[in-house]
């Protein structure tokens, strides 16, 4: 740029040079022509200008060719060519242009080593500057990092921005469903509602066995709470994030539970699907805690089993730790494809992994995960668990890794005083995250297992 800079300076001037030694070139140069003839003087010294000419006389201007004399640097149209008319004006005596002329080649040499100078100025300087252009540009990078992780970004968009990701509760597909009329969607299944504290009401969807779908039809709330007491065990389904209760492949889970024989109750967690509230880790655990005494408190000694599919495992342990605590031990749980912990389920969640290589991302992610309180430590919670526990896990999940699970059940083994109360079952590839209901080997795998633990 400097020297392209340079080069049109260099041009301009030698414009300027060039109109003003053209005007005395002309004069001049035919000046000292004329200086050469007999009887013709050059323009005076000491005069500005020269004198006029006339050229209606002919003595003034010769036309007969062979009046002029032999110049050898004049082409054919008589006018000389380039730099000879420069050397031919400079050897005339009185020539008034050689100064200007004699001026302007030396500017030009000049002006050329000036720019040669200048270019190799300018590769030093900006050699000199390169350090500093790199620290510099350190420092910017440096500024941005910090604005983007500035202490209002962390509080106000990374918190709500780790809620969305990890609850997803506000994709509530499917989309144009009556979640008030579960029968368009499975039957022999009921619709309430309950309140887990003030201000979050809870929905729920009781689908009975299917040996007693004839049973059910036309029934209301009160046949429904009193069937939890008929002696099938109870399963509380505590679904993922993302979607409700009528979601498609929880709606062929709840079949299959059904038509084995087992009451199912379809927990939407607050925030979800049409419960009330903001989801939180504490909150729902709260709501699954709700949701097991309010079934204990109806079934009489039927047994109730809490079945936490990917995040709701999390849900599943917290609370089953929280009864533990209080002197309630849950009667089973079941893990479908369980996490050791959120923040290990966050590094593999699919939607993050594309920007798992930012520099200071999974900083910021773990950060936002501590301070609002989003754990989910399925890997601590087991070790104070002492209820029949079975994991069941799809080989081929790409959601929540296998190793996740196994991790899982080799925490738990070595914390149960009782083994055998622990079990694990891996399904073979084909299931995927969600649709481990379509095995044919599940519903056999979840009824022995309850069936050797109840017994």
Same mark, same amino acid.
């Given at each position: ?9 260099? !041009? ?15 004069? !001049?140069?035919?000046? !000292? ?27 003034? %201007? ?17 006018r000389r060519a380039g730099w000879a008319r420069l050397r031919a ?6 020539? %008034? ?9 030396? %500017? ?81 299944? =009921? ?30 709330? !009160?046949?429904?709470?009193? =069937?939890?007491?008929?002696? /099938? ?11 409700? %209760? ?80 209080k002197g309630f031990p849950v009667d089973a749980i079941i893990l479908?494809?369980?996490?050791? /912990? ?25 950060? =936002? ?11 601590? /919670? ?5 209820s029949p526990l079975l994991i069941i896990h799809g080989e081929n ?59």
């Amino acid at each position: 740029m400097y020297k392209m800079k340079s080069k049109i300076n260099l !041009c301009a001037r030698m414009c300027e040079e060039l109109v003003s030694i053209t005007h005395h070139c002309v004069w !001049c140069s035919r000046g !000292c022509w004329r200086a050469t003839q007999p009887g013709r003087a050059p323009p005076s010294p000491g005069s500005d200008a020269p004198r006029p000419r006339r050229p209606t006389d002919p003595s003034r %201007r010769p036309t007969d060719p062979s009046r002029r004399p032999t110049d050898p640097s004049r082409r054919p149209s008589g006018r000389r060519a380039g730099w000879a008319r420069l050397r031919a004006a400079e050897a005339a005596p009185g020539c %008034r242009c050689l100064r200007p002329r004699i001026s302007m080649r030396r %500017r030009m040499e000049t002006d050329e080593q000036g720019c040669v100078a200048a270019w190799w100025d300018m590769v030093a300087r900006n050699l000199r500057s390169f350090p500093h252009s790199c620290s510099t540009l350190g420092r910017k990078i440096a500024t941005l990092h910090d604005s983007f992780t500035s202490k209002s970004l962390k509080e106000h968009i990374f918190p709500p921005l780790m809620d969305m990701l990890i609850f997803f509760n506000f994709f509530k597909a499917p989309f144009l469903v009556d979640l008030k009329k579960p029968e368009l969607k499975i039957p022999h299944t =009921a619709n309430f509602y309950i309140q887990a504290e003030p201000g979050v009401i809870l929905g729920i969807w009781h689908t009975v066995p299917s040996c007693r779908g004839e049973d059910a039809k036309g029934k209301s709330r !009160c046949w429904y709470e009193a =069937a939890l007491r008929d002696g /099938n065990p109870i399963i509380v389904y505590l679904h993922g994030s993302a979607q409700h %209760r009528a979601a498609s492949h929880r709606l062929e889970l709840v079949k299959v539970l059904s038509d084995g024989g087992f009451h199912v109750l379809s927990v939407d967690y607050r925030g979800f699907g049409d419960s009330t509230g903001k989801p939180t880790e504490e909150g729902l655990t709260a709501d699954a805690i709700c949701v097991y005494e309010w079934t204990k408190a109806r079934s009489g000694t039927t047994p109730v089993c809490l079945w936490g599919h990917s995040l709701g495992t999390g849900v599943a342990t917290n609370a089953a730790k929280v009864l533990e605590e209080k002197g309630f031990p849950v009667d089973a749980i079941i893990l479908e494809a369980p996490f050791t /912990n959120v923040w290990v389920a966050t590094i593999n969640y699919p939607l993050l992994k594309i920007y798992r290589k930012l520099p200071g991302f999974l900083h910021e992610v773990m950060d =936002a995960l501590r301070r609002d309180k989003i754990v989910f430590p399925n890997d601590e /919670n087991v070790k104070f668990l002492s209820s029949p526990l079975l994991i069941i896990h799809g080989e081929n999940d790409k959601t929540v890794p296998l190793e996740c699970g196994k991790k899982l059940y080799e925490i738990a083994h070595n914390a149960y005083r009782n083994k055998e109360r622990v079990k694990m079952v891996i399904f073979p590839p084909g299931f995927q995250h969600n649709f481990l209901c379509k095995s044919p080997i599940l519903l056999k795998t979840v009824r022995d297992f309850l069936s050797q633990q109840w017994a």
